[in-house]
């Protein structure tokens, strides 16, 4: 798998947020697609199933999302159909650390995105992710 359709390198920055919560709640939450409507502003809103899988409302309008099934490497991948037929793929994973765990997303950037748009997409990913753990370390 790699990043959407391009066909060159791209630049990326994996973006890292420590839970203070054990690795097996936190894959439970986050291997549930439903849960992401608590936390996932980036993907869409409304994330939702349909006969075909999952779907979100986004800017562009409904995007198909596809997850990865449920493992036991923490593996936490999904792929994003954007309604303009874009394929964007994401990568995440889920680390044990300790009685803790660490969540790991990968943003790749798009080639037609300028530095400001790419740390606007990294900052807004920061924030999902400072969400979640918020939210799991009540």
Not at 23 to 34: C, G, T
Not at 37 to 66: E, M, P
Request: with cysteine; glycine share 8%; aromatic share 10%.
């Amino acid at each position: 798998m790699g990043a959407g359709t391009q066909t060159v390198t791209v630049e990326s920055r994996t973006i890292t947020v420590r839970i203070d919560r054990p690795f097996d709640k936190v894959y439970e939450f986050l291997v549930d697609p439903a849960n992401w409507n608590q936390w996932a502003s980036g993907l869409g809103k409304n994330i939702r199933r349909s006969q075909d899988g999952w779907i979100a409302d986004s800017v562009g309008g409904v995007a198909r999302i596809q997850f990865t099934a449920r493992n036991s490497f923490g593996v936490l991948d999904h792929t994003v159909l954007r309604a303009s037929g874009q394929r964007v793929y994401v990568p995440m994973r889920l680390l044990e650390n300790g009685s803790g765990c660490e969540l790991l997303f990968t943003l790749f950037r798009e080639p037609s995105i300028s530095d400001a748009q790419f740390a606007s997409d990294a900052a807004f990913v920061e924030q999902d992710l400072n969400g979640v753990k918020r939210l799991l370390e009540k």
